[in-house]
């Protein structure tokens, strides 16, 4: 993945919502993981899914993975 952007999941809001920024841009809120799909694909990371977010080394994923979407 050539055109790979860091990405950074920050925790849960209290509406279950995790902000998401793309290599120093704030994409959005995300409230799945399937949110976090569409944001990366959209900065540009085509061919993206579900399970490349789960496990790449690019996104960080802070105040829990990506299994925690509640304070």
């Known amino acids: ?3 790979a952007k860091p990405v950074v999941i920050y925790p849960p809001d209290e ?3 995790r902000r998401v920024r793309i290599d120093s841009q704030v ?3 995300a409230y799945s993981v ?3 799909v569409a944001f990366c ?3 540009g990371l085509q ?3 579900e399970m ?3 496990r790449s080394a690019l996104i960080e994923w802070r105040g829990g993975g990506p299994d925690v ?3």
Do not use: K, N
Request: net charge negative; aromatic share 8%; glycine share 16%.
């Open 69 to 71: 979407w509640t304070r």
């Open 15 to 17: 509406e279950g919502g």
């Open 41 to 43: 694909q959209e900065a």
């Open 47 to 49: 061919g993206w899914d």
């Open 27 to 29: 994409a959005g809120r």
């Open 52 to 54: 490349d977010v789960v």
């Open 1 to 3: 993945m050539a055109s």
């Open 34 to 36: 399937r949110d976090v």
